[in-house]
């Protein structure tokens, strides 16, 4: 299947700074999901966008789904060591044609971020 | 709690041993999911229900089977024809299938090793 092109695969921080990453794709989607990872354990869902120039917050985070709908960005502020995992965006494409079997989320290959304190 | 529940945490298949992963859901969701997730990588779809006895296969089907009775329960069996089974494996369930607001959850995965 698809894969979503999420940038960038890796990042080593500093605790306290900023982090985005980001997700693009060359279909049109209609849902952009964006998930955290610790090892060992399954995904869990931090941000659900639904519409095209949606910006939602949860926390420190901030995702927003893009104007274009083909891309999707997730920022993490002022990070902390906690924040150290794999993150993953999903999206649900536009088209029935594209997306036959009903509602099937394409993945991004995910984002590993590693905090220093 | 509603939640997902996967069995067991860890599994160890012997050569030529067909094994079952378990997978439950009490959140009365239609659509579950079977993902294959190696080392350093993303996940892959093995198999999807959107209803109860009915399943099509992912992009990586080959060497696994699934059935669903029951709409809480989607076992996924990796047979001896799976020759690299090594993976965690997550299983996933959604909301009503028309709904144009899909999210998909996820429960704590099994980790299956060959011994």
């Known amino acids: 299947g698809q894969q979503l092109n999420q940038s960038p695969q890796s990042m080593f921080i500093q605790e306290g700074e900023d982090v985005s990453m980001n997700c693009t794709s060359s279909?049109?989607?209609?849902?952009w999901l964006w998930y955290k990872q610790d090892p060992g354990e399954g995904p869990v869902l931090l941000i659900a966008?639904?519409?095209?120039?949606e910006l939602t917050s949860n926390g420190r985070l901030t995702a927003q789904f893009g104007i274009t709908r083909k891309d999707s960005f997730l920022n993490i502020s002022a990070s902390i060591p906690s924040d150290v995992g794999i993150y993953f965006c999903?999206?649900?494409?536009?088209?029935?044609?594209?997306?036959?079997?009903?509602?099937?989320?394409?993945f991004g290959g995910g984002t590993r971020l590693m905090v220093k304190p | 709690d509603g939640g997902i529940t996967q069995s067991p945490k860890y599994l160890f298949r012997k050569e030529g041993q067909n094994v079952t992963l378990s997978c439950e859901q009490n959140l009365n969701h239609d659509a579950m999911y079977w993902y294959r997730q190696d080392p350093g990588q993303g996940l892959r779809l093995i198999y999807y229900s959107q209803i109860v006895n009915d399943f099509q296969k992912g992009d990586i089907a080959e060497g696994y089977s699934v059935s669903r009775e029951k709409k809480e329960s989607f076992p996924l069996t990796v047979t001896s024809a799976q020759k690299n089974p090594t993976a965690f494996y997550l299983c996933a369930s959604s909301s009503p299938r028309d709904s144009f607001q899909e999210t998909q959850y996820f429960g704590p995965g099994t980790r299956l090793l060959v011994l």
């Open positions: 999903a999206g649900l494409a536009a088209t029935f044609e594209y997306n036959n079997a009903g509602n099937m989320l394409t």
């Open positions: 279909s049109i989607f209609n849902t």
């Open positions: 966008l639904y519409k095209a120039g």
